[in-house]
């Protein structure tokens, strides 16, 4: 079975930096398109990040355009999110997300906090 395991997140201080990583398991992960979602208190999850199973092609949502890089490697079925110039508005849950076979997958989240 498809299965997502998100790690990496913790409390940083404004301007830190952080690197999410999401191991993935149960599926070709090469072939798949992967990506980075957030979930701040009270608000709606939003995409951060995505990038294409070849890793040639990734998108941002603007807000973290220039401080986030999302990456892959296929040989080690995980995808990472670098995250710099870290501002207390990111501090979230992030998760790692893949839609397979018509299913969308969740991994559990790692917390980011980002405060002083």
């Known amino acids: 079975q498809v299965q997502l395991v998100e790690s990496g997140g913790g409390l940083v201080q404004p301007g830190g930096s952080l690197r999410l990583s999401c191991a993935a398991s149960g599926f070709t992960f090469r072939l798949y398109t992967m990506s980075w979602y957030r979930q701040a208190p009270g608000k709606e999850r939003e995409l951060v990040a995505g990038?294409?199973?070849?890793?040639?092609?990734?998108n941002y949502v603007d807000s973290v355009k220039g401080r986030f890089t999302i990456s892959r490697d296929n040989a080690k079925n995980t995808v990472y999110l670098q995250m710099n110039s870290l501002k207390p508005e990111d501090t979230a849950v992030y998760y790692c997300n893949v839609w397979f076979n018509g299913y969308r997958y969740w991994g559990q989240g790692t917390q980011v906090t980002v405060s002083s």
């Open positions: 990038i294409a199973s070849a890793g040639g092609i990734t």
